[in-house]
């Protein structure tokens, strides 16, 4: 049994597919399609998660929300950034409220 958790898990399956090929792999096609792809793809996503928050049943909104951090983590891939870099920020972030943190980043 592993130790890693279902996002990291699929942080490596993303990874791995990165050597698949198109044909075989939707998520290599979106890594090859570049990074507007993946952003474009992943503003759809949010966008059908703020729907099915807004509008539509709980399971809905989590299938949203599934597909949501599924697309973000292709898009980190495709940028070659690491999921460790991200939580890295905002573990800088913790013990801030949200306003001190946004006034930080005001330079």
């Known amino acids: 049994m592993s130790n890693k958790t279902t ?3 699929l942080c490596g399956i993303i990874k791995e597919r990165r050597s ?3 044909e075989k792999s939707y998520t290599k096609s979106l890594i090859e399609a570049g990074t507007a792809k993946c952003a474009k793809k992943l503003g759809e996503e ?3 998660t703020v729907i099915a928050a807004v509008s539509e049943d709980d399971q809905s909104f989590k299938e949203e929300t599934a597909d949501l951090l ?3 983590l ?3 891939e495709q940028k070659n950034i690491s999921l460790t870099e991200i939580e890295d ?3 800088g972030r913790m013990g801030l409220s ?3 943190e946004k006034a ?3 330079s």
């Open 20 to 22: 698949s090929t198109a």
């Open 89 to 91: 920020i905002l573990g």
């Open 46 to 48: 949010a966008v059908e």
């Open 74 to 76: 292709v898009l980190l």
């Open 7 to 9: 996002i990291e898990q």
């Open 104 to 106: 930080s980043r005001k």
């Open 70 to 72: 599924y697309h973000l």
């Open 98 to 100: 949200g306003h001190e």
